[in-house]
């Protein structure tokens, strides 16, 4: 399942997966958006209900080159020990995943 209510500042976006025996929730609010510079929000994601980490993440864009450099910061906290030591290389793999898709994506379809 997913939503989202419109690319907006204070606008939602939510999803859940379920993988295996578990169901994992995210929730974002859009908190600062700057066309074509930067886009600041926060979100909780949960498992089979139970909040277990809170984010705030920046993604900022800056023109370079002909082209566009983008600098992603991200702030998480988890809860109760979720995933223990992993949790910060979890995270990063997670994210690094995503900006893989998002480069692949822009390969394909180029701006212009």
């Known amino acids: 399942m997913?939503?989202?209510d419109l690319f907006r500042v204070g606008g939602r976006e939510f999803f859940t997966d379920v993988s295996g025996d578990a169901t994992f929730g995210y929730d974002a609010r859009?908190?600062?958006i700057v066309?074509?510079?930067r886009i600041v929000y926060?979100?909780?994601t949960y498992a089979d209900s139970k909040?277990?980490?809170v984010s705030v993440a920046t993604v900022e864009l800056i023109a370079s080159d002909g082209g566009t450099r983008l600098i992603w910061t991200e702030q998480g906290v988890?809860?109760?020990g979720y995933y223990g030591a992993e949790a910060g290389a979890l995270r990063k793999a997670a994210t690094d995943?995503?900006?893989d898709g998002l480069g692949l994506c822009l390969?394909?379809?180029p701006a212009g």
Request: net charge negative; aromatic share 16%; hydrophobic share 35%.
């Open 2 to 4: 997913c939503s989202s």
């Open 30 to 32: 859009f908190c600062d």
């Open 35 to 37: 066309p074509d510079s």
């Open 42 to 44: 926060t979100y909780e």
């Open 51 to 53: 909040l277990f980490a």
């Open 78 to 80: 988890w809860l109760d």
């Open 97 to 99: 995943d995503m900006l």
């Open 107 to 109: 390969r394909r379809h």
